[in-house]
């Protein structure tokens, strides 16, 4: 336990050293585990409901972050280049969230084209219906997606560091909301960088 414990806490302090300098990455981060904890709580009364919450607010908030604020120059404070960084993120690093995403974009496409999920469900009669299919393969593109990034540490690195990234992944939106509530209250102080003091003294 003491040794899961550890490498948990390596993977969350490399990732928030490493890929959360930008604080409008971290205001959205703290939108996302906000809604992540809804989606939660949400999955005991509707999983599909909760899908919806997952992907539309939560991952969305959580990958513009990345994908639009976070800089992609060298990293002084790490000293390591972005290369570097993707090269060596255990988790889904830009090109592999770029599929990820990509998967999720084009799920309502399919399901518009197929619209009975090739005889999986019943075709949809309203609007809403259409959108509980498109959440249903939502809901198991998340849970593929944690599967076969796990499967793949499995095979490359080991089993502790697989159990130890989805534990991460899971509670991430609980550590997020703690680690970047004030990062909002930094944003409107004008302070656009981190500067990632703590980094410097660890």
């Known amino acids: 336990m003491k040794n899961f414990l550890n490498a948990l806490q390596v993977q969350r302090w490399d990732d928030h050293r490493f890929y959360h300098h930008n604080r409008i990455n971290q205001s959205l981060h703290l939108v996302s585990g906000l809604s992540f904890v809804l989606a939660y709580m949400w999955l005991l009364v509707d999983p599909v409901v ?3 919450i997952a992907w539309l607010v939560s ?9 639009f604020f976070e800089p992609k120059t060298y990293d002084t404070v790490n000293q390591a280049t972005h290369a570097y960084k993707e090269d060596i993120k255990v988790g889904y690093n830009l090109r592999r969230k770029m599929v990820l995403m990509g998967l999720w974009a084009l799920i309502p496409l399919a399901v518009w084209c197929e619209p009975t999920g090739f005889g999986l469900w019943v075709r949809p009669t309203s609007w809403w219906e259409f959108v509980r299919h ?12 944690l599967l076969f990034r796990a499967g793949q540490l499995l095979v490359s690195q080991n089993a502790m560091t697989a159990v130890v990234w989805v534990s991460k992944v899971l509670t991430d ?30």
């Open 50 to 52: 909760s899908a919806l």
């Open 173 to 202: 939106p609980f550590h997020d909301i703690w680690l970047y509530r004030k990062a909002p209250l930094y944003l409107m102080r004008g302070e656009l960088t981190d500067p990632m003091a703590h980094v410097h003294r660890g």
């Open 134 to 145: 498109v959440g249903a393969v939502w809901l198991a593109l998340g849970a593929a997606g």
């Open 59 to 67: 991952m969305t908030t959580r990958q513009i972050g990345h994908f």
